[in-house]
C-alpha cells in the first residue's frame, strides 16, 4: 500500500520561504515521477512542479524561479523549496505520485502578513 505523508506548511510573511517534505512509504521515490499540487479555496487543483523518474523537472509559469522540487533517495522524501512567496501561493499543497496515482492528506501554506 502506496502512502505519502506531506509536511512543512504553515504561516509565513510575503517573501519568506518554506520547505514542504513528502515521505512516501510502499513506493520508491527516487524512480518514481511525483508532483506537488496545490488548491486554493473556490479554485481547481492545479499542478506546481514535477519530477521525473530520471532528473528531469517542470514547474507551473507562475512558481518559476521561486520553487525547486527534489529528491532524497536514501530518506525516501521528495521536497518543494518556495521561496519568495506571495498571498496568491495560499492553498492546500499535495504530493502525488503519478503511477500509483496516490495523494497526499495535504499541508496547508498561508502567506499572509
Known amino acids: 500500500q502506496v502512502q505519502l505523508v506531506e509536511s512543512g506548511g504553515g504561516l509565513v510573511q510575503p517573501g519568506g520561504s518554506l520547505r514542504l517534505s513528502c515521505v512516501g512509504s510502499?513506493?520508491?521515490?527516487?524512480?518514481?515521477?511525483m508532483g506537488w499540487y496545490r488548491q486554493a479555496p473556490g479554485k481547481q487543483r492545479e499542478l506546481v512542479a514535477a519530477?521525473?523518474?530520471?532528473?528531469?523537472?517542470d514547474y507551473a509559469d507562475s512558481v518559476r524561479g521561486r520553487f525547486t522540487i527534489s529528491r532524497d533517495s536514501a530518506k525516501n522524501t521528495v521536497f518543494l523549496q518556495m521561496s519568495s512567496l506571495k498571498p496568491e501561493d495560499t492553498a492546500e499543497y499535495y504530493c502525488?505520485?503519478?503511477?500509483?496515482?496516490?495523494w497526499g492528506q495535504g499541508t496547508q501554506v498561508t502567506v499572509s502578513s
Open positions: 502525488y505520485a503519478f503511477r500509483e496515482s496516490v
Open positions: 510502499g513506493i520508491i521515490i527516487s524512480i518514481s515521477t
Open positions: 519530477i521525473s523518474s530520471g532528473t528531469s523537472t
